[in-house]
């Protein structure tokens, strides 16, 4: 007896894409489309954001050793302003990348399969591989080059470049939103962020500060983490004025704040 004609409901449909797969499409695109933008077109490419910071640090660390006969710590002026400069660095990278990450996307987040936060996370990726690699080789360099006998203590390094990345994406989810609602915020931004060169432990320990200054610099974030990637590098430094929690605070806050902002008003923007 033959059987019945299959309706169209029981004829078996190709599976479609998930969303988490199509995300993670969309952010392998947008992530290599910034390689080949921002790094495949100038002479050099990724050899800069190794360059850039090596060289102001060879710089600082010569000035200094003109002035002083040996660094806060250790022997070495070029780890010790290494291990300062290169964590303001990822901070400043991440928190303006990130930050113009809708702007640079614009074109492509009309696209239906292309969500603002594709974009974000592209730049978040990008810009923290760039910025964690040119820094394992700047720091790895300086140990050879000068073959220092260190003890690392590797918990305290991941726990600074976490943190750090964590601070980077969550001021940068919130200029992401300033940027574009206020176009003044970005000029205000570099205003704001020169003086982190100089209130961010790179130059100085926190210790070696008057009581005043330290009680005014406590509230800022990144000399924490300096203070904490420090620890890491040199055994017989113990700072007590880390806060983890304090840290993380600071980091988790603009965070919620600015994906929230770009959730709600994300098409807005796209329209100014």
Do not use: N
């Given at each position: 007896?033959?059987?019945?004609a299959p309706e169209i409901g029981d004829i078996p449909q190709p599976a479609t894409e998930s969303a988490g797969a199509s995300a993670l499409r969309c952010i392998a695109a947008l992530t290599l489309r910034e390689m080949g933008t921002r790094y495949g077109r100038r002479p050099g490419g990724y050899v800069w954001a190794v360059l850039q910071p090596l060289g102001i640090i060879i710089i600082i660390a010569f000035a200094f050793s003109l002035l002083a006969k040996s660094p806060a710590l250790g022997t070495s002026f070029l780890l010790f302003k290494a291990t300062g400069m290169l964590v303001l660095?990822?901070?400043n990278a991440l928190g303006s990348n990130v930050g113009r990450a809708m702007n640079y996307s614009r074109a492509l987040l009309f696209y239906p399969r292309v969500c603002w936060?594709?974009?974000v996370i592209a730049r978040f990726l990008l810009n923290t591989?760039?910025?964690l690699t040119a820094a394992c080789i700047i720091l790895t360099g300086i140990v050879l080059f000068e073959d220092l006998k260190t003890v690392l203590d590797w918990g305290r390094i991941f726990l600074a470049i976490a943190l750090?990345?964590?601070l980077g994406f969550g001021v940068g989810c919130l200029n992401c939103y300033?940027?574009?609602r206020f176009p003044v915020?970005?000029?205000i931004w570099g205003i704001v962020t020169a003086p982190l060169f100089v209130i961010s432990g790179v130059l100085f320990l926190y210790e070696d500060l008057p009581p005043f200054a330290q009680d005014i610099l406590w509230y800022n974030p990144i000399m924490h983490i300096t203070g904490l990637m420090r620890e890491g590098f040199y055994p017989v430094y113990s700072p007590g004025y880390i806060s983890v929690a304090y840290t993380a605070a600071c980091a988790l806050v603009p965070m919620v704040v600015g994906l929230m902002l770009l959730r709600q008003y994300h098409r807005d923007l796209l329209y100014r």
């Open positions: 007896m033959p059987g019945k660095q990822t901070f936060i594709d974009a591989l760039v910025s750090i990345c964590a300033l940027f574009q915020w970005e000029d």
